[in-house]
């Protein structure tokens, strides 16, 4: 039921016992950038239904605020962020106008490459930033 794209989604479970992947498709399920195919345990814990608040990690320690909100703005309105620092890495907590618009932002960015390095994302759990 969430949105995303102004469009609701809808999952349910497939009617095929298998995927028969088309010519172009990619698999996915070894990729590093597939965040539950290692400490499944700990990922799974960390799950949650889509929030306005994305959780942005695997940053340049050098980034700033600014090329975080540059890089993820064209998604919605930001009202809220903060950058820190967390066991030595860098990390951010960004809190978008909607669920939806934090959604839309997680869908299109997550894995992409800022300032050099792919960034990870997820939602956040917290209630506020």
């Known amino acids: 039921g969430a949105m995303l ?6 999952v349910n479970f497939s009617k095929y016992p298998s995927i028969t992947p088309a010519p172009d498709a990619h698999d996915y399920s070894t990729s ?3 965040r539950f195919n290692s400490n499944v345990a700990k990922n799974y814990r960390h799950c949650c239904a889509p929030t306005k608040i994305i959780h942005i990690s695997a940053l340049s320690p050098e980034i700033s605020e600014d ?4 890089h993820l703005g ?25 669920e939806e618009e934090a959604t839309e932002a997680l869908v299109c960015k997550h894995a992409s490459k800022l300032e050099g390095s792919t ?9 506020n930033i």
């Open 32 to 34: 590093n950038l597939n």
């Open 5 to 10: 794209l102004g469009q609701k989604l809808e």
């Open 74 to 98: 064209e998604h919605g309105t930001i009202v809220k962020s903060k950058l820190f620092e967390a066991s030595g890495k860098t990390q951010a907590l960004v809190q978008f106008e909607s």
């Open 119 to 127: 960034i990870r994302i997820s939602f956040s759990q917290m209630q």
């Open 67 to 70: 090329a975080i909100l540059e």
